[in-house]
């Protein structure tokens, strides 16, 4: 058996666990697992599928090089040429490495609603180089957001953070 296959395997018994397991929750908790098991079931099988019939697989395999060549070719244009990493790629894998780890170390000690506020500011303004009207609609759209589904339709309090006083679990 091809580790792939036995991936695909392992990979549609635990999303069948955890879909099996959402239904014992109670009240809206299982909703997440249960959201999340059914498309990943649907897709590990479809991969399990194109292991063993490749062709299932071939329709869904489209690169953006292939569109740009296309298109390239369409306008009379000089096709895109293959090329190895860019200059300066790791550096930006490193800084979003670092924005995240930065981002997990603010939830643990001011919660998790003050530091996407402040996190969502930092990154659109620095990273994103986007202007402050803009940050600002962004970072209140992702608190919009993430109150609503999981204050108002979930009913789960996020992790408050150390600073207010958040119990933290024996490790």
């Given amino acids: 058996m091809k580790g792939s296959t036995l991936l695909g395997v392992i990979l549609v018994f635990t999303s069948l666990l955890f879909f099996g397991w959402s239904f014992s929750y109670g009240g809206m908790a299982g909703f997440v697992p249960l959201v999340l098991s059914i498309p990943t079931v649907a897709l590990a099988i479809l991969c399990l599928a194109g292991e063993r019939y490749p062709r299932i697989m071939s329709a869904f395999e489209v690169s953006l090089e292939d569109v740009l060549?296309?298109?390239?070719?369409?306008?009379?244009?000089?096709?895109?040429?293959?090329?190895?990493?860019?200059?300066?790629?790791?550096?930006?894998?490193?800084?979003?490495?670092?924005?995240?780890?930065?981002?997990?170390?603010?939830?643990?000690?001011?919660?998790?609603?003050?530091?996407?506020?402040?996190?969502?500011?930092?990154?659109?303004?620095?990273?994103?180089?986007?202007?402050?009207?803009?940050?600002?609609?962004?970072?209140?759209?992702?608190?919009?957001?993430f109150y609503f589904i999981f204050e108002e339709t979930l009913a789960v309090d996020l992790f408050a953070g150390v600073i207010f006083g958040a119990f933290i679990p024996p490790l």
């Fill in 69 to 145: 060549t296309s298109a390239a070719g369409a306008e009379g244009a000089v096709p895109v040429e293959e090329t190895g990493p860019k200059a300066g790629e790791m550096g930006l894998i490193t800084r979003m490495f670092l924005w995240f780890a930065v981002f997990g170390v603010l939830v643990f000690i001011t919660g998790f609603y003050v530091s996407t506020l402040v996190f969502a500011l930092a990154f659109t303004r620095l990273q994103g180089g986007i202007a402050w009207p803009g940050s600002l609609f962004i970072t209140a759209l992702a608190l919009g957001f």
